[in-house]
């Protein structure tokens, strides 16, 4: 494992809302990390189900890393913009200016020991990598692990590191469905690199398939595809993607609801990122991804921005 250079401090914020079947793993698996948070804001987002006493427990026996933010009951779980609401109702209680980095992390998560230590110390190596993650993978009814195909131009949802300097100059996160994408990318528009990488340190179980808090994992993927029509994805990336979709689970019908919910987006002409530049970068580089393959499109970028 690699060491940080110096005692580098890192803020998490958890929104959450009824996991009270995950939470404890999560819990469990940040508490024992070699290097562990200088504070972790865990912002209960209304939970109903017993969670909120699992964090009252957690707290009173570590008051020295987490503080709990309590939200009241919508009524529902919100997914998207409710989860970056969350997010941002726990930053907004802490001084940024107090850390070198800062991560949201969801509450359903298994994270080796050594994950933010390993994220740390890549971030001290690369002064232009301004977000990162581990890969997740979740457990197959027959105990199998499967990766869930994140590529590596993009930190995961569930566990965006940053460096506050970079999440300051991108703005943060944008308050819709496909913030976790349009946020890697406004990164390389604005100079930084976004990675993530499948090394034994920094693979962790997601404890819920993606995209299957809400509802069901073929809405979750109908949700994807209208957001990635919000972001401003090309029709020929998107039919792409969703083909490469197609071989993973659920098989054939994720890519297909994925193709669907763009679609559907398409023909209702749904609102779009009200960013006409970064809409232009965005398809240049998927573009480019076409032509050249997203391994070989973000390596230019990256020798450019460290050279």
Known sequence: MERERHNARYLLVSPCRD??????ETLDSVLAQSSRPALWVIVDDGS???????????????????RVVRRRDR????????VVDAFYAGLETVDLDHYDYLC????????PPDYFATLVAKMEAEPRLGTCSGKPYFVAANGELVSEAIGDEVSAGMTKFYRVACFREIGGFVREVMWDGIDCHRCRQAGWMASSWDEPALRFVHLRPMGSSDQSILEGRMR???????MGTGLGYMAASALFRMTRRPWIVGGAAMMA????????RSPRYDDAAFRQYLRRFQRECLLRGKKAATGRIHSELAS
């Open 261 to 268: 919910g763009y679609l559907q987006s398409m023909w209702r």
């Open 75 to 82: 009524g529902r779980r919100s997914v998207g913009p409710g």
């Open 19 to 24: 996991e009270v079947e995950y939470c404890q």
């Open 104 to 111: 949201k992390l969801d509450l359903d998560l298994r994270l």
């Open 48 to 66: 109903t189900d017993g969670t909120s006493a699992i964090l009252d427990r957690y707290a009173a026996r570590h008051p020295d890393v987490i």
């Open 224 to 230: 994807h595809g209208r957001g990635q029509y919000f």
